[in-house]
């Protein structure tokens, strides 16, 4: 079985480009969510979906993130304008159960 | 926001050692994880705990659920080099019947010595 699908791997762009994050659940899986890695802080949840509807954003960092959920099968979370500071590993998790989530390969964004 | 914390920070150990990790928190959780990421991977659930007291095992992985449901344990038993990885903990409260996110701690990098 696919697990959960990002792209892309890896995403160079320079400072106020608008960078799109892109993410394939898990077949059935009815909870979605985003997470940013850093060394700083370590993996922090910026937001996540149960059925498409997005029910807690309060860990995106400003009006510069947003994430959406059209369907089922795919969400995107887009930065514009970029910054360097954006620069991390994003992850896509999803889950059946809210607690046992299960982790793409991540995103990992540097921003110039 | 709420901080788990996990120790040690790092580990270096001989193959065939046993391997002992730990998470505290200030407050209570109704629910432990236990995760391992490998390098360019994303983190893996090795563990799921959701009772008090509860010992699980997965292989040669043995996780506890503390009494107090403030603390979890993670043991690796006769370790091998492809145990090498970032294991993390991550605890889950309960709002009057919700679920509150999960809270990661910062990770134990394990190394593993031939």
């Known amino acids: 079985d696919a697990g959960v699908i990002q792209s892309p791997r890896h995403e160079v762009t320079e400072m106020g480009q608008e960078v799109t994050l892109r993410c394939k659940p898990i077949s059935?899986?009815?909870?979605?969510?985003?997470?940013?890695?850093t060394m700083m802080r370590?993996?922090?949840?910026?937001?996540y979906f149960n059925n498409?509807?997005?029910i807690d954003d309060s860990g995106m960092p400003e009006d510069r993130f947003s994430a959406k959920m059209p369907n089922a099968s795919f969400s995107t979370l887009k930065i514009q304008p970029s910054e360097p500071r954006d620069s991390a590993v994003y992850f896509c998790a999803s889950s059946l159960q809210y607690n046992e989530q299960f982790f793409g390969p991540g995103t990992r964004l540097t921003v110039l | 926001g709420q901080q788990l914390n996990q120790s040690p920070q790092s580990m270096f150990i001989q193959e065939g050692e046993d391997v002992s990790m730990n998470c505290t928190s200030s407050s209570i959780f109704n629910t432990w994880l236990w995760y391992k990421q490998e390098p360019g991977e994303g983190p893996v659930l090795l563990i799921a705990l959701y009772k008090a007291g509860e010992l699980t095992s997965n292989g040669r992985l043995t996780a506890q659920f503390g009494i107090t449901r403030k603390d979890s344990f993670l043991n690796i038993s006769a370790s091998i080099p492809s145990d090498v990885g970032i294991y993390f903990c991550a605890g889950q409260h309960l709002y009057g019947g919700s679920q509150g996110n999960l809270i990661f701690g910062k990770g134990t990098k394990l190394s593993v010595k031939p």
Do not use: K, S
């Open chain 1, 52 to 54: 498409n509807v997005p």
């Open chain 1, 42 to 47: 370590g993996l922090e949840l910026l937001i």
């Open chain 1, 28 to 37: 059935g899986h009815d909870y979605l969510f985003w997470y940013r890695q």
